[in-house]
């Protein structure tokens, strides 16, 4: 992968993420088949949009490495990862006309691990046009309630009719600008006051945990530090509301972030 923004396409099989690479770059490289598993190795090209370039790379249809027993599949699943650790960000392809399986959990949930900035986009809207607003309710809860340390805003679109291409592309620089900036302390802190005043952590052995301030120490990924006294004691329900707040309040979508609660008075002391 070259300079610039590396974008992976991930998801089950069959789901258009060959289709979804074809509109984006203008091209008809990646194969489309109604046959699932069609792309094998990964295809990449690239694609300049303002001041960027943009590295984008059709993966094939990714699945559990226990599952994967004949020689094409594991080969898929390790050309996948590979390009997966890689990559800036992931666009994260569902079948709107389908359920989220076990498989797309786990999917998603490997992806976040690895620290990866996803956009959720939910594919074949054609065909749930009568459901359409009751399946963008049940997506948005889904993400919500399972992963507390991202916000999301799917994308709904139908790849054979519209894909919004400038809005997905603009999706897509907006990461990257977001990625080349540290948060001011004084903003940051203003953050942290608001979060506390709504809502202080509780009691734990007759003292409450107390966070003092809070640094925004990294970019790629977004990594923040909070620092104060008994931390060890947060709960991970207070953990994971800090999290969601510090989102909210900061309106960072699709990126993903990670919050170092460290005890100690002094948040120049140590990065």
């Known amino acids: 992968m070259t300079a610039g923004l590396n974008v992976c396409i991930i998801g089950k099989p069959n789901v258009g993420k060959s289709t979804i690479f074809n509109k984006i770059t203008g091209s ?6 109604e046959i699932s598993g069609t792309t094998v190795y990964p295809i990449e090209l690239s694609e300049k949009f303002k001041d960027l370039k943009i590295n984008l790379i059709d993966l094939g249809g990714l699945k559990k490495k226990s599952k994967s027993h004949e020689k094409k599949q594991k080969l898929i699943t390790s050309e996948t990862l590979k390009k ?9 392809i569902l ?3 389908d359920e ?3 498989n797309d959990k786990q999917l998603f949930r490997l992806i976040l ?3 990866k900035n996803i956009i959720v986009i939910v594919n074949k809207t054609d065909l749930i046009k009568e459901k359409l607003k009751k399946k963008e309710e049940y997506f948005k809860y889904f993400f919500e309630k399972n992963f507390p340390n991202i916000l999301l805003k799917p994308i709904f679109i139908s790849a054979l009719k519209n894909i919004k291409r400038e809005f997905l592309l603009n999706k897509l620089y907006d990461i990257f600008k977001n990625s080349q900036k540290l948060i001011k302390n004084k903003d940051v802190n203003n953050v942290l006051k ?4 709504k809502h202080q952590p509780v009691f734990n052995k007759k003292s409450r945990p107390t966070i003092k301030f809070l640094r925004h120490v990294n970019s790629k990924p977004f990594i923040f530090k909070a620092f104060g006294n008994r931390l060890t004691s947060l709960s991970k329900d207070y ?7 510090v989102l909210l ?3 960072i979508y699709n990126q993903i972030i990670v919050i170092k609660f460290i005890n100690n008075k002094n948040p120049y002391s140590s990065y």
Do not use: P, R
Request: aromatic content about 8%; cysteine-free; proline content about 0%.
């Open 249 to 251: 309040k900061l309106n």
């Open 95 to 97: 079948d709107g006309s």
């Open 28 to 33: 008809h490289t990646s194969e489309v088949s």
């Open 100 to 102: 989220i399986t076990k």
């Open 239 to 245: 953990k994971n509301y800090f999290v969601k707040q």
């Open 113 to 115: 691990n690895k620290l």
């Open 194 to 197: 608001s979060i506390l005043a």
């Open 84 to 92: 997966l650790k890689m990559s800036d960000v992931v666009l994260f």
